[in-house]
């Protein structure tokens, strides 16, 4: 008779849910021909095991963190690419999906394309100390109104924003227009931090006027945040009239993903997004060509490792649908390790390992 250590949910290939998305976490930023097959073994596995949406958030999670601005037309990739898939998982029940080779390709795809993707390090939050919300603190950042942007002019409405946001907003302006990302990030920070502090202490936030989409609550449509986004449109239109950037679907489709979240992406990912619009708009118009480079750098390179990528998911597939799928679900989102260690059986552990290195040695192979 199993034990309940014995019953805990596994993937495909005989894996804890946790190590699986652990396990794809590491491989992806690693080099080398043995790495990739790791990473697209993990992959295969994590997707016929019914967790193709953490697979999205692991890819969009890992581009706003580590590729960011050193490609930022990944965004509009990812976001076409998952779009397909997601288009098929309408009409097709799962296991015909993940046997459709289309889809295996598109999957195997985006995991090459980000492995082979230039990476940059996502720039820290700038510390906003306890005192700067102190009452009175802001009278000795106003900037002269001789000195505020066109920009925030066309943005701050005195109907319906408070003062302090014309302070802010024309302080992130100056710092932008003057290349210095710590003190515009520091202002974005300070702004966030101040809105919730008002809708603490006096019910209400900095703003009234609705500038989040209609899909949202009230409340919600008057966060400070759309404020931002806001201005940084209005810069963006500024700076790219001179011909100083030529990023216009890469930046709109930041805005887009940060108005509509993909599933799985919370606070953490709307604040990276602020962060790489901050550093668009000043880090872009003084590149020698201000313009995202190509994201496929060896397109021969990428079509035939794409060839090979089937038979990860062939090996995958030979194995038995995992059971316990409610469950199993759970735990690819805890990305924690069960409760209780579990028991692996025999069987279970030559599984794993016969899964894993097939496919390996296969890619190696090729």
């Known amino acids: 008779m199993n034990t309940v250590e014995e019953e ?3 993937t495909r290939c005989g894996y804890p ?3 699986v998305i652990q396990s794809l976490e590491k491989t992806l930023p690693q080099t080398g021909v043995y790495a990739t097959g790791r990473c697209l073994h993990f992959t295969a596995d994590l997707v016929c095991s019914g967790g193709i949406q ?8 890992y581009s706003l963190i580590h590729i960011g601005l050193a490609s930022p037309r990944v965004f509009v990739y990812l976001k076409q690419r998952i779009k397909d898939i997601e288009g098929q998982q309408k009409v097709l029940p799962d296991e015909e999906l993940y046997r459709t080779e289309m889809i295996q390709l598109r999957i195997g795809e985006m995991i090459l394309v980000l492995r082979g993707a230039p990476t ?5 939050w700038p510390k906003v100390g306890i005192e700067t919300h102190e009452q009175g603190w802001i009278r000795g950042a106003v900037v002269d109104q001789l000195t505020e ?9 005195p109907h319906g924003d408070l003062s302090i946001l014309r302070t802010a907003g024309a302080n992130i302006s100056k710092a932008i227009n003057e290349g210095s990302t710590e003190r515009a990030l520091f202002w974005v920070k300070w702004l966030l931090e101040e809105d919730v502090i008002s809708r603490k202490v006096n019910k209400s ?7 989040g989409p209609i899909t949202l609550n009230a409340r919600l449509r008057t966060d400070v945040s759309f404020f931002i986004l806001h201005l940084y449109s209005e810069m963006y239109k500024e700076i790219a009239a001179k011909g100083l950037i030529r990023m216009n679907e890469e930046f709109q489709m930041l805005i887009d993903i ?5 599933k799985g992406l919370g606070g953490g990912a709307k604040k990276q997004i602020l962060i790489l619009l901050t550093q668009i708009l000043i880090e872009v118009p003084r590149w020698k060509v201000p313009a995202a480079e190509p994201l496929i750098k060896d397109p021969v390179y990428l079509s035939n490792a ?11 597939l030979s194995y038995e649908v995992p059971q316990k799928s409610g469950e199993l679900a759970k735990a690819f989102k805890s990305r924690t390790a069960a409760p209780v260690k579990a028991k692996q059986k025999k069987d279970e552990v030559l599984n794993q390992n016969d899964a894993y290195e097939k496919a390996i040695m296969a890619y190696i192979n090729k």
């Open 8 to 10: 805990l949910p596994r």
């Open 17 to 19: 849910p946790n190590e």
């Open 54 to 61: 953490n697979l999205f958030r692991i890819l969009w999670e």
């Open 120 to 124: 940059r390090t996502l720039v820290a």
């Open 149 to 157: 942007s066109a920009a925030l002019r066309r943005v701050w409405n």
């Open 205 to 211: 936030g900095l703003t009234n006027i609705e500038r």
């Open 258 to 262: 940060w108005k509509a979240p993909p």
């Open 306 to 316: 794409i060839k090979q990528v089937p038979k990860f998911f062939n090996e995958v």
